[in-house]
């Protein structure tokens, strides 16, 4: 299951968290349309914003208002979206890692949603999204050492370990997607009224196109609303 804590909910009354789950999926190689896509949506970005107009954008908005919440402070560890979209708009070009990761960083330039996930195979038991207590271990993807969580962060864990840090900032190397992966999991969260719940609807349901055009295999996707959902089985 992926469960939202009651008192994350109780801080974030208008979190939504759309939750993708795939199996089956094929993760290997360079899909030739998809990196065609990755370069469009990068040129259509371009044309759309500056770094000084992506921070007018409510969905950036929103999470800079939610990180500064949970005291992190923004400025100094970027929600991971706009880390994102900054990078492509500076002019670099989206990271080719493998077809589910490059397929959701492609809807991340168009609807300006985090989106991460985690290699089914490699979580143990439920994920459960909370505020971390402080001094948790945590060994980020490619970290040669271990960090620790600070009181109060929100983080991804499942039964033995923290799988992101700062919400969406950074994830773990022990439950990363990689080309190996034939059953993820995907989320992407909207944290405040400013972004529409269409909005991430339509995000969800442009994901799950992209990952059975591009990956194969079976998808499903639900919302959880914090109120009237707040567990979903995987």
Known sequence: DLTIAPELIAAFPDLRIGVLTARGIRN???????????RADEAALRARLTTETLVQQPAIIAWREAYKKFGTKPNEYRPTAEALLRRVLRGDPLPTISPAVDAYLAIETEFYLPIGGYDLAQVTGDITLRFSPGGEAFLPIGGAAAETTYAGEVVYVDADKVLTRRW???DCDAAK????????????????????TETLQQCMTQL???LQRYCGGSNTHQILDGQTATQITL
């Open 28 to 38: 290997t190689g360079t899909n030739a349309d998809l990196q065609t896509l990755m």
């Open 168 to 170: 969406n900032y950074r």
């Open 177 to 196: 997607i990689t080309p190996e992966s034939t059953d993820i999991v995907l989320v992407c969260e909207a944290t405040g009224a400013g972004i529409a």
């Open 208 to 210: 799950s196109a992209y």
